[in-house]
């Protein structure tokens, strides 16, 4: 893969996240819970930018933050499924942001120390925001896991329902450090850890091949600046 | 004409208007080249809504005073870091009843088991007794606690690690 093609496939990864997360603005369960999502998403949106802002310059086609968020079709979006699966109930988004944030704490780390300056800025200034939604995440997981019946019931369902698509989140080479860093939320959380080597794994997001809710996503996400080109608020 | 440094670091921030962008670290660099105000800024969080806010501040603040060419850049590298934020920053902070950050010596993502993040003090009656309400606020860089002393509600400057 080109160094376009990294930068543009976590861009897209923290944009479409934060488009989630950005659904329960307004609609979380506490006004805390509802800033903190909010805020979180907030922090994705940003790290987004500087990310689409940069794979733009590395491609040298002079593509900004907008045209490539906003006049792009789902297809040639490079997110892995993860982000782009239905926001779900709390306990699917909680697990989620924790199955992420872990994948984005590695990545980061590692982008802070490589030699694309701007990359490993932009990185070093993202790890301290992932840090923190990690650990809030991680939170959050303990406190549903080892809670009520109900709150159990539904935290293991979403680790269940969304672990076989952490396989493309994790790749081969990253999957143990990630590991490392779930597996012991998830047992403090008294969460079961699902099979490690299903059959299921889909993938394909990094090629462009999407599930069908990308699809809706994009058009709220688009909509406004396709309608109205060049609008400015 | 007035140094480009005094005019740019007399900017406020429009989130904490008590402080100037000076004492909140987020000024970076400013000088003149010649006939042109060079300035350079960092955001508190990569997404910091009131960035644009300030660079356009900043620019009306040189305009001004007779600058016409004015050059703002925003870098994100070093990574800003609550600690930045200057000692006459700290305490208009706390008489504006928001506690300021504790400095913070860790490196990196804390090990699980989860520690408690570092407690602040109680900006209005001192009191260490105190509990975090919520870990997010009205905006990125502050989060909600309350005091079991004088029973009030505080905002806290969250303490920001120095390096990832």
């Known amino acids: ?233 | 004409m007035v140094n480009v440094r005094d005019i740019a670091g007399g900017v406020l921030d429009p989130e904490l208007p008590q402080l100037t962008i000076d004492e909140l670290g987020i000024l970076r660099d400013a000088h003149a080249e010649g006939q042109r105000a060079v300035v350079t800024i960092t955001p508190t969080y990569t997404a910091c809504p009131a960035l644009e806010t300030i660079r356009a501040d900043i620019a009306t603040a040189l305009r001004d005073e007779g600058w016409a060419e004015i050059d703002i850049h925003t870098v994100f590298a070093p990574a800003w870091s609550s600690d930045w934020i200057t000692d006459s920053g700290r305490e208009k902070l706390e008489r504006a009843g928001i506690a300021p950050p504790g400095a913070m010596p860790e490196t990196g993502v804390r090990n699980l088991p989860l520690l408690p993040p570092p407690a602040p003090r109680c900006p209005r009656c001192e009191s260490t007794d105190v509990e975090q309400l919520s870990r997010f606020g009205p905006t990125a860089c502050l989060a909600l606690w309350r005091c079991r002393g004088c029973a009030e509600p505080f905002e806290y400057f969250k303490s920001h690690l120095s390096c990832g």
């Open chain 1, 1 to 233: 893969m080109s160094d376009f093609d990294t930068v543009l496939g976590l861009g897209d990864d923290v944009l479409i996240a934060a488009q989630r997360l950005a659904e329960w603005t307004s609609r979380a369960h506490d006004l805390e819970e509802d800033i903190a999502l909010s805020n979180i998403a907030l922090d994705l949106l940003g790290q987004a930018r500087a990310l689409l802002t940069h794979a733009g310059h590395l491609e040298g086609a002079g593509r900004d933050e907008d045209a490539l968020a906003f006049l792009r079709d789902d297809r040639q979006f490079r997110n892995v499924l993860l982000v782009e699966l239905p926001r779900g109930d709390f306990a699917t988004t909680i697990v989620r942001l924790l199955f992420l944030s872990a994948r984005l704490w590695e990545r980061y780390t590692r982008l802070s120390q490589g030699e694309d300056a701007t990359l490993a800025a932009i990185a070093a200034k993202a790890v301290k925001e992932t840090a923190y939604h990690l650990d809030h995440a991680a939170q959050w997981t303990i406190r549903l896991g080892d809670g009520t019946e109900e709150s159990h019931a539904r935290a293991q369902r979403a680790v269940d329902e969304q672990w076989p698509y952490t396989f493309e989140l994790t790749g081969e080479s990253g999957r143990q450090a990630w590991l490392d860093r779930v597996v012991p939320v998830l047992d403090k959380a008294t969460l079961t850890r699902p099979d490690p080597d299903p059959a299921f794994r889909p993938g394909g997001g990094r090629d462009g091949l999407h599930s069908e809710h990308l699809g809706y996503l994009l058009a709220e996400m688009q909509h406004l600046h396709r309608s109205h080109p060049g609008a400015t608020w």
